[in-house]
């Protein structure tokens, strides 16, 4: 089953909530944490990878925090979901050819690459600007491509 991790979905909250709240000023890990009931350790450890990989900017000392590096319209799906967990891969085997004993004469290699690619390509057509468009809770997709899942 394909899902976003729960890494994810607090990172998604806490970057949402700075492009909200923060107007350019760090908002601390802690009330991040307390203002969504986030556990506040596993938070920490999430908004550390944002940071490393330039998704928000971390300001130490007595008013420190984090802010967002830039827009949400700059900052993809597919971005945070690098950021957090790694690289989105679909089998082992994309990473580790050696991982699998049937690699040489698989049947599904292609089709599942196929997959792999338009699943990567999806991802990053989002930006987060557009979770912050919600209708009764709902997010719509105005720059969503259609893929032709049905």
Same mark, same amino acid.
């Given at each position: 089953?394909?899902?976003?991790?729960?890494?994810?979905?607090?990172?998604?909250?806490?970057?949402?909530?700075?492009?909200?709240?923060?107007?350019?000023?760090?908002?601390?890990?802690?009330?991040?944490?307390?203002?969504?009931?986030?556990?506040?350790?596993?938070?920490?450890?999430?908004?550390?990878?944002?940071?490393?990989?330039?998704?928000?900017?971390?300001?130490?000392?007595?008013?420190?925090?984090?802010?967002?590096?830039?827009?949400?319209?700059?900052?993809?799906?597919?971005?945070?979901?690098?950021?957090?967990?790694?690289?989105?891969?679909?089998?082992?085997?994309?990473?580790?050819?050696?991982?699998?004993?049937?690699?040489?004469?698989?049947?599904?290699?292609?089709?599942?690459?196929?997959?792999?690619?338009?699943?990567?390509?999806?991802? &990053?057509? &989002?930006?987060?600007?557009? &979770?912050?468009?919600?209708?009764?809770?709902?997010?719509?997709?105005?720059?969503?491509?259609?893929?032709?899942?049905?």
């Amino acid at each position: 089953m394909l899902r976003l991790s729960k890494k994810v979905e607090y990172g998604l909250m806490a970057v949402l909530r700075m492009d909200a709240e923060g107007h350019g000023q760090p908002l601390s890990a802690k009330d991040l944490a307390e203002q969504q009931a986030l556990p506040a350790e596993l938070l920490g450890k999430v908004l550390q990878a944002l940071a490393r990989t330039g998704v928000i900017v971390s300001a130490h000392g007595a008013h420190g925090g984090y802010r967002l590096a830039r827009p949400l319209e700059t900052i993809s799906l597919g971005e945070m979901v690098e950021a957090i967990d790694g690289p989105v891969r679909l089998v082992k085997c994309q990473d580790d050819p050696c991982a699998c004993d049937l690699h040489d004469g698989c049947t599904i290699r292609d089709p599942v690459m196929r997959i792999q690619q338009q699943l990567l390509q999806y991802l &990053f057509s &989002f930006n987060l600007a557009d &979770f912050r468009s919600t209708t009764h809770g709902r997010a719509r997709w105005p720059n969503a491509p259609s893929i032709g899942i049905k």
